[in-house]
């Protein structure tokens, strides 16, 4: 039998951790035969790997629409990604999970979807949707979901929750992974999360992932933009059984995207830090394949036809891509990001500087006050500090680092207001903001002076939700418009990236640190230790409880 194409090189064996000269014959996109077959089309090839899968991303964060991200992506090698519309089910709720897993079809890229399970993350932010355990239930069904995303209600998970465990019920009713997010949790209650979630990717400590890996969890190495841990986390695998680990980006910004990539770039660095090129591959193939009961991420007859061809397998250089047996898929794909998505989504009233003061009740010189440490990453401190008191307003000192923040609900809703202090951003005068804010995305804006905070925040409302940086010193205020949702622009990536870079530009020259504007992002998540501000205010994460930014 004649078969479309015979593809031969060194294949990258996932199934049995080897390298060995094949053939992978392929007809009407499925692998047929690891065998020599007369073929209409030969290729060669140094090494063929399957192609890789992504075990847990949230698209919105590359700034990008599904499709033009696929477009980016595809060509790296990267053929799957498991994505978590978490971002967008915040803003828009049902409908707008359904309209991402819509997008899926304009996109050689195999999008799978976990069904978001927490949303709102909690009662102490004000999102723009709820999905209910109804709508998760009518989600699950949908064709190309394959897990209940992030159960980031621990709390509830462990207190019994009604509405948590009725989530999870409807993923095992029908088979289905439930994927975790447990950033400190260990004893006891590890323990009893264990029973429900069968997978995290929220490990930052070697001891916390061998932890989780002992329970029979399933534990995702990640390397995103911000949160880098996979370094840290590699001797993991001569530690435990290799098949039971991923590899992940989770949040990736698209600067990092079109400078190095997605989780090709993780294989990368764990094999210039010494692991098997061949037990990396099996991270991001076949051990996530395996996680969700896919087809594909791997290379024997009956699987389809998703290969990555390389010239060299330790540098991920890869020449061609196939996708159900077309290869080079996204080659002559025109730029588009076409969506569905809605663009009007920014809601609130115009803003002035008065509306970002804190006031003091004591008559005194200076106060002390609650800050939210940036410590890098992710995470974040508890911290508190003297602010000198002009006039009854608290007024924080730019050259100890300590700035003003404020988080407005722009949902349309009360558009209330939160208002605190971050330390750690190393701004020393202007200001930055965003609507792309974890995990309600509200809008969050950072400033030495309050005067430049409503600069940048009344101009994120005039275009419909993005990112900005105004320096008052050169008077200038670049910004990425991110109409969709207010969390992605329905430009192409390259478009997007240059107009990332030039806000960056702008913080850069105000002192911003390295990834300022994704830990920015971060700052109003309130299920990550310690404290964090939203549109009610501060939490203390650990507590689940707003607390008030003035010590008393």
């Not at 109804?134 to 394959?146: G, M, P, Q, T, W």
């Not at 200076?366 to 990453?377: C, E, H, L, S």
Request: hydrophobic letters at 45%; a negative charge.
């Amino acid at each position: 039998m004649t078969v479309d194409t015979l593809v031969s090189g060194t294949l990258v064996n996932v199934h049995t951790g080897t390298l060995e000269r094949r053939h992978v014959a392929v007809d009407d996109g499925e692998i047929v035969a690891l065998e020599a077959r007369p073929a209409d089309r030969r290729v060669e090839a140094n090494y063929v790997a399957p192609g890789l899968i992504d075990a847990h991303m949230h698209v919105e964060s590359s700034m990008v629409t599904l499709p033009e991200y696929g477009r980016a992506i595809v060509p790296r090698g990267v053929t799957s990604v498991i994505h978590d519309p978490h971002e967008i089910a915040n803003v828009l709720g049902e409908a707008g999970v359904r309209a991402v897993v819509e997008d899926a079809e304009k996109t050689p890229l195999k999008a799978r979807f976990t069904v978001p399970s927490s949303v709102p993350a909690t009662d102490l932010q004000d999102a723009g949707a709820t999905l209910d355990a109804d709508a998760v239930a009518s989600l699950l069904d949908l064709e190309r979901v394959v897990a209940l995303g992030e159960v980031m209600d621990i709390p509830g998970l462990l207190a019994g929750d009604d509405s948590v465990h009725a989530k999870v019920r409807a993923a095992r009713e029908r088979g289905l992974t439930v994927d975790g997010h447990m950033p400190g949790v260990s004893g006891s209650d590890l323990h009893e999360a264990a029973r429900s979630l069968d997978t995290d990717h929220e490990s930052i400590t070697l001891a916390e992932a061998r932890e989780r890996a002992d329970l029979g969890v399933r534990v995702y190495l990640r390397e995103g933009s911000s949160s880098k841990n996979l370094v840290d986390l590699l001797p993991l695998v001569d530690a435990v059984d290799s098949r039971r680990l991923s590899l992940c980006t989770d949040d990736r910004e698209v600067v990092d995207i079109v400078d190095h990539g997605g989780v090709e770039d993780a294989i990368r660095t764990a094999i210039a830090e010494g692991a098997d090129p061949v037990e990396v591959v099996q991270m991001a193939t076949l051990n996530t394949a395996e996680s969700y009961d896919l087809p594909f991420g791997r290379v024997k007859p009956g699987a389809p036809a998703d290969l990555v061809l390389l010239s060299d397998l330790e540098t991920w250089s890869v020449e061609h891509v196939m996708v159900d047996g077309e290869l080079d898929p996204t080659a002559d794909e025109a730029a588009t990001a076409t969506t569905d998505l809605a663009t009007d989504t920014v809601t609130f009233d115009p803003v002035s500087a008065g509306d970002f003061a804190l006031s003091s009740a004591k008559d005194a010189a200076t106060t002390t006050v609650r800050v939210i440490d940036a410590v890098g990453g992710l995470q974040t401190d508890r911290m508190e500090t003297e602010v000198p008191v002009e006039d009854g307003t608290l007024v924080p000192p730019a050259d100890e680092d300590i700035l003003s923040l404020a988080v407005i609900e722009r949902h349309g809703g009360d558009g209330g207001i939160g208002r605190g202090f971050v330390h750690g951003l190393g701004l020393d005068r202007g200001a930055i903001g965003s609507t792309v804010a974890h995990d309600a995305h509200n809008c969050v804006v950072a400033g030495a002076d309050r005067d430049a905070m409503a600069r940048v925040a009344n101009h994120l409302r005039e275009i419909g939700g993005g990112i900005a940086a105004y320096d008052p010193a050169s008077d200038v205020l670049a910004s990425l418009a991110l109409p969709v949702a207010g969390l992605m622009s329905d430009e192409p990536i390259t478009a997007v990236y240059e107009g990332y870079e030039a806000v960056e530009s702008v913080a850069d020259d105000m002192g911003l640190v390295d990834s300022g504007l994704m830990e920015l992002s971060f700052l109003a998540l309130e299920v990550i230790p310690h404290y964090r501000l939203t549109n009610r205010g501060l939490v203390d994460v650990e507590a689940a409880t707003h607390v008030d930014v003035l010590v008393e």
